[in-house]
């Protein structure tokens, strides 16, 4: 495609572009940045990997990109994390500091399945995907659907206070969309969500809305 002399591609929006002074609160989630295990595709749930170099330096841009979105210097109203380490750096990195950190915002358990590549379960179950197959020893969508369900919970309770964070991981937090919206857990796969991307849920006139989906940090790395 030809640019205008001078350009050199499409110009990137800004991050604070529609972030208006009628803002209402909204519900932020942020992935956590990359690790060695989500950067080779093993599903990681339970397993407490730390954050690559990379990870921690889109951990810190994300922290900045949060910034510009909120487009307010005041404290969330709250923040939690899931308790694995690389989402607390990564919400450390972030300049974050978490009301609490529980167990409802950790990761779709994998059972059998942890540390495996999608690749090679499918040499024993074919076209498996955590979206449509089970998963032994691990959870069934409704039940983390029901954890998704209680965390939004909270997070509308607070939103009367100001904006909620909530640190976490890939899987659950695109369940966790797909909930905000009223679609099944399962439907969390048509949302994309790469390392240390933020997810912005709000709403319009009361209906809830997908108001951003997978800001990425790029340029602030």
């Known amino acids: 495609m030809w640019w205008p002399p001078g350009r050199v591609g499409?110009?990137?929006?800004?991050?604070?572009?529609?972030?208006?002074?009628?803002?209402?609160?909204?519900?932020?989630?942020?992935r956590h940045g990359e690790t060695e295990w989500s950067a080779t595709g093993k599903h990681t749930s339970y397993t407490d990997v730390p954050l690559t170099g990379d990870g921690e330096r889109v951990a810190r841009a994300a922290g900045a990109v949060l910034a510009r979105l909120r487009g307010t210097d005041e404290r969330p109203a709250l923040v939690l994390s899931s308790p694995r380490r690389r989402a607390l750096r990564t919400a450390e990195l972030a300049g974050l500091t978490p009301d609490e950190v529980t167990d409802e915002l950790a990761e779709w358990n994998y059972g059998e399945y942890e540390g495996l590549t999608t690749p090679e379960i499918r040499r024993t179950v074919d076209g498996w995907t955590v979206w449509t197959h089970p998963v032994p020893g691990g959870e069934e969508p409704a039940r983390v659907a029901d954890r998704a369900d209680a965390v939004?919970?909270?997070?509308?309770?607070?939103?009367?206070?100001?904006?909620v964070v909530l640190v976490g991981h890939g899987h659950f937090s695109?369940?966790?969309?797909?909930?905000?919206i009223g679609l099944p857990a399962t439907a969390g796969v048509h949302f994309a969500l790469e390392a240390a991307g933020i997810v912005v849920l709000g709403h319009e006139r009361g209906v809830p809305q997908v108001r951003r989906l997978n800001v990425p940090p790029w340029g602030l790395v």
Request: aromatic letters at 8%.
């Open 174 to 180: 695109r369940v966790l969309t797909a909930r905000w």
């Open 10 to 30: 499409p110009a990137r929006p800004t991050y604070d572009q529609g972030v208006a002074a009628d803002r209402e609160p909204a519900v932020y989630l942020i």
């Open 152 to 163: 939004l919970a909270r997070a509308r309770a607070a939103l009367s206070r100001g904006d």
